[in-house]
């Protein structure tokens, strides 16, 4: 039971701060699509320098499925040699898998939820619903790539903040280390689905320990609907996910690069501020400024109740936002516990001031824990956003999360996982 429990808090305290705060499973499992082409809303035959092309319909303006081409093969929707994970759900849930299934003990209501149509769909049944679809695990990690994965989503409702809160999220098979994509219809819910498909892309670049063997530890993505006690929120409204691509870029893909605050909390905290969050029940943790080493502490001082964070200044717009740009914060973080088995979650944020779009890198001890931080070997880790069209900055966290069940302690009392260094960049929004 304790062991659920910590589930459901994980799943949620993200939630709880922004409360504070306002049978084919794949085309082809290989390496990386070689071409992809960019067509208008209408979607239809297409032009391009290489040859003539028929598109699946396209999601808005932006990346266009090849369905047919007489100059080059074409497989799950991508003109390629090989190609990486595509699913279309023309021919039903292709391996996806429905969560809650059996679940004796799960405290939220199961959504409704369907597999037919080209759509997996999604919704709510009361104020209490949580589940979600699941691919399986099954793209490899490839080396020094950040990977996109597109999820074309629609909904049934015209009014956008009436659209429950939906998480995009793509993990290692070991789950040491996750990516996730909140859009919550915030405000007017200027992020949300509509009746139009909008195509939202989640950027995970996995660490490169892991990337290292990728065919160990594959990548698996889902498809999350959450709607808890938002009383704005429809338990009319249903999601649909069209399909899904996931592409790879290297660094040198990524354009017009520019620094937008480069955080080294070399004389001060730079602003950054430690939160309380006991009135929501927790256990505050130890934060302390680092003057020696020139960078922030957050100190484990209750093993079985602790969540807390570092927060960038939420006041002041430093970093501002723009919804045609892609935003990178890379975090280097470091501890004194040697022995990684022990630490906490760490989880790393990047999400807009009106909260509508959040992104985050979590980092959890299991399996080997052998790419969690780990005294004497800073590790660096980048969490990627496109932030809301609503938006007007963004703003960086730095979490630590320790809920151990009493009889079975994990986390070591005393960890002090430390942000060294916070560099928050602005790009061009890439394309495959």
Known sequence: MWKMRKTIVNLFLFFLAVLLWVGNEAASEGAMVLEFYSVDAAGGAFSAASGQFEVRAAVESGAGVVMESSDATVDGGFLHDLSLTDYDFEDGAQGWSFVPTDISDFPFSAPRHSESGGVLALAPVDSNTFGYFESGFHTPLLAERVYQVSFAISSNMD????????????????????????????????ASPTRTPLIYPLYFYPSQIAAADGATRPLGVFFDLIHIHDTEDSVNAEVYLHYLTIDVFSQADFSKVEVMRNYTFDQSAEGWTGKDMSGSGFTAPV??????????????????????????????????????????????????????????KVRLRLYTENFQTATDISLEPRGTADIIPVAGNSRSYEVYLIPSPAALSVKCAFDIIALDDPAHPQTQNGTVVYLEHCIVERMDIPHP
Request: charged residues 20%.
């Open 159 to 190: 009014t956008r903040r009436a659209i429950p809160r939906l998480r995009l999220r793509s993990a290692l098979s070991d789950f040491q280390e996750s990516a996730s994509f909140d859009i919550i219809s915030q405000g007017q819910g200027d």
């Open 287 to 344: 934060y302390t400024y680092d003057g020696g080493r020139g960078r922030l502490a957050i100190t484990v001082n209750d093993t079985t109740n602790n969540f807390g964070f570092w927060e960038s200044p939420f006041a002041t717009p430093e970093i501002p936002a723009s919804s045609n740009k892609l935003y990178r914060a890379t975090f280097t973080v470091a501890t004194n516990n040697s022995q990684p088995l022990t630490m906490p």
